[in-house]
Nanobody, 117 residues
């Protein structure tokens, strides 16, 4: 089992920045292939924001690739999401996910990001 914990959400104004952090731990932590961020607006599906794998390859949603940066944290199995030039449409619950070898995902509880205009 892998535990995933997010932190760093909050309320910001349009144009401001925010950093989200995510840490994965547990008995299968060494088997993590990738970690990433997804977001969900109430009533809508959960969408990819950005992912990074063990090779350092990253993937971004088109809506954020010029404004958000995903990176590995200094500790093992941690990732950061730096979000710049935030807009009201970025408002969502942001979830961190850890993908282990074999394709199974472990999810965090989510952190709310609210951007006011």
């Amino acid at each position: 089992q892998v535990q995933v914990v997010e932190s760093g959400g909050g309320l910001v104004h349009s144009g401001e920045s925010l950093r989200l952090s995510c840490a994965a731990s547990g008995s299968r932590g060494s088997n993590i292939y990738s970690m990433g961020w997804y977001r969900q607006v109430q009533g809508k599906q959960r969408d990819l924001v950005a992912t990074i794998n063990i090779h350092g390859s990253t993937r971004y949603a088109a809506a954020v690739e010029s404004r958000f940066t995903i990176s590995r944290g200094s500790a093992k199995d941690t990732v950061l999401l730096d979000m710049n030039s935030l807009q009201p449409e970025d408002t969502a619950v942001y979830y961190c996910a850890a993908e282990v070898f074999g394709g199974y995902y472990f999810w965090g509880q989510g952190t709310q990001v609210t951007v006011s205009s």
